[in-house]
């Protein structure tokens, strides 16, 4: 675990990825394949739509603290589908290599026209999803564990 | 219909279009005309704030299956006025030429504090909306009825 | 105030910054910052995501009209914490000088998978936010009080 701070840093977005995802793909390794495949190593959603199934994702209990605990984070698993109405989030590399670290937001719409949403763990496209990455040029930033939050977050090196 | 498949490409997001919407103006036929004055084929939304009222959205009902059913559609029709805290999506081609084929989610406050939403069918600004648009170069990817989905879907000819 | 009227621009996000802020930052003030120490008089939010506390924000009442009154004005305030599920926003120029009017809208989650936000008055870092704010050149907008709204709008000078 490393003591974080936090940082600005000036980058580029010069290039992005323009991509359909199709029935039963895994959104995460989808992404780790796009990241591979184009040579992406810092990659930001600019924009995603769509609608996904079986979802997994987390929230944070009210009146939590630092750092949170297992019990402190609810999760929720979902077969939907639902509408993918926000995707937010990025990739970085991980101080120790191996898998990019992605980090992911969603919001799902319901059928009673009610939204939920959270941290994503799991998700897998239903009919379609339309995503564009930016490939994040000029960072120098990693995922590194924090001693502070207990969880991957970023740092400047 | 044709058979579609998963694809990924490079592209560019090297200009993009800011524009204030008034009220009353209706939010696809503003995206519309931006597209067609601006010579914007492809566009993608990359920021969106501000408030909409009359709006119509979609979402699926649960346990469907693909090709969605118009009864597993459900579709909601609201007064509002609402914030509009995010609105996602992008607009493309269509084979047949015509129009752009908009796609856009959008996700609504209410005034409880709730949020509500879904794949957007028709909306009015309120008071004002925020817009900035990315034009998407080095794409040749078209919006064309797919097999699967029997929806307009994105296939890289 | 002004009459104010639709516009399109033509513009640039040639240049990105990458930040992570920190438990108890507050976010209006970490914004700022960005926007004078790298010299950004326009920024919009392309990707935002982590988790927040002590969230103020407000919504439109339903069936409001504009102007909106203060009483149609719902505001909530909540400890939270919460995931930063959508952090949508601009900042840009007051017309009067000072500092530059920020205009964010945030979609929160819940510990039960709900989903509330609205237009954000204040938010406090929970256990990080991390932020891609584009810096948009080539504008010449500014922000000034609107005739009909009552409210600071953007106008092309």
């Not at 959270?118 to 960072?139: D, N, Y």
């Amino acid at each position: 675990m490393a003591v974080h701070g936090p940082f600005i840093e000036e980058a580029n977005i010069n290039r992005v990825v323009l991509s359909r995802f199709m029935p039963d793909e895994d959104l995460f390794e989808s992404l780790k394949k796009i990241a591979k495949d184009h040579g992406i190593e810092r990659g930001v959603i600019l924009s995603a739509i769509g609608s996904v199934k079986n979802v997994v994702f987390v929230n944070v209990r009210s009146h939590a603290g630092l750092p949170v605990k297992k019990e402190d984070m609810m999760e929720a698993e979902q077969p939907g589908p639902f509408e993918l109405l926000s995707l937010e989030g990025n990739f970085f590399p991980s101080q120790e290599g191996g898998e990019p670290v992605i980090h992911l937001h969603a919001i799902l719409g319901t059928s009673s026209g009610s939204v939920s949403g959270g941290h994503l763990l799991k998700a897998t496209v239903f009919a379609t999803v339309e995503i564009i990455l930016g490939s994040l040029t000029g960072s120098s930033v990693y995922k590194v564990k924090s001693d502070v939050t207990r969880r991957m977050e970023l740092l400047k090196k």
